[in-house]
T-cell receptor, first 111, second 112 residues
Framework: GENVEQHPSTLSVQEGDSAVIKCTYS??????FPWYKQELGKRPQLIID?????GEKKDQRIAVTLNKTAKHFSLHITETQPEDSAVYFC??????????FGSGTRLQVQP | DVKVTQSSRYLVKRTGEKVFLECVQD?????MFWYRQDPGLGLRLIYF???????EKGDIPEGYSVSREKKERFSLILESASTNQTSMYLC???????????FGQGTRLTVV
């Protein structure tokens, strides 16, 4: 099945700095790459996604980039704010119906 | 607005008890999933279902079973609860492979 590796497991940045989280996948047939944010005590929610026919997608301060050759996709958060502090998950897509998530990155934005 | 609702937010059960965790979604989604979330271990898939009465094992099915008698409802069953099943359990649903997954609010289960 799909193997999804996510790095780093923890990330601490100063407010206003940028944060980058990377996911590597193994299934070359994957074509959908979402990122989820889980705030403390809340459920994970989709924040941005990208499909394999584009290389980058932006939504205000967040962006996702895809490198299909290298089989990795990354979440970029610019001008980080304290409310960006959360756990972020990438998700792999496979030929199976199962949804496999990365192990999560705990982002801490220091004010 | 999609709603995935789990029957309990917090649950405390005794070792050896049979435990039922219920999940209901209101968007007619085909696929439903049960995950377990532990610190540092991410979201681990226990079981999933892609149709009524259909189920497939995920990565950590041991000690669990599931039931999907109706499309909107997916139940996770702990046949004989053990302390190592103390965890946060999250249900999710989706309408297909390449689509957003929607999560329930989670059930924090403590087995004593």
């Amino acid at each position: 099945g799909e193997n999804v590796e996510q790095h780093p497991s923890t990330l601490s940045v100063q407010e206003g700095d940028s944060a980058v989280i990377k996911c590597t996948y193994s299934d070359s047939a994957s074509n959908y790459f979402p990122w989820y944010k889980q705030e403390l005590g809340k459920r994970p929610q989709l924040i941005i996604d990208i499909r394999s026919n584009v290389g980058e997608k932006k939504d205000q301060r967040i962006a996702v980039t895809l490198n299909k050759t290298a089989k990795h996709f990354s979440l970029h958060i610019t001008e980080t704010q304290p409310e960006d502090s959360a756990v972020y998950f990438c998700r792999g897509d496979t030929g199976r119906r199962a949804l496999t998530f990365g192990s999560g990155t705990r982002l801490q934005v220091q004010p | 607005d999609v709603k995935v609702t789990q029957s309990s937010r917090y649950l405390v059960k005794r070792t050896g008890e049979k435990v039922f965790l219920e999940c209901v979604q209101d968007m007619d989604h085909e696929n439903m999933f049960w995950y377990r979330q532990d610190p540092g271990l991410g979201l681990r898939l226990i079981y999933f279902s892609y149709d009524v009465k259909m189920k497939e094992k995920g990565d950590i099915p041991e000690g669990y079973s599931v039931s999907r008698e109706k499309k909107e409802r997916f139940s996770l069953i702990l046949e004989s609860a053990s302390t190592n099943q103390t965890s946060m359990y999250l249900c999710a649903s989706s309408d297909g492979r390449n689509t957003e997954a929607f999560f329930g609010q989670g059930t924090r289960l403590t087995v004593v």
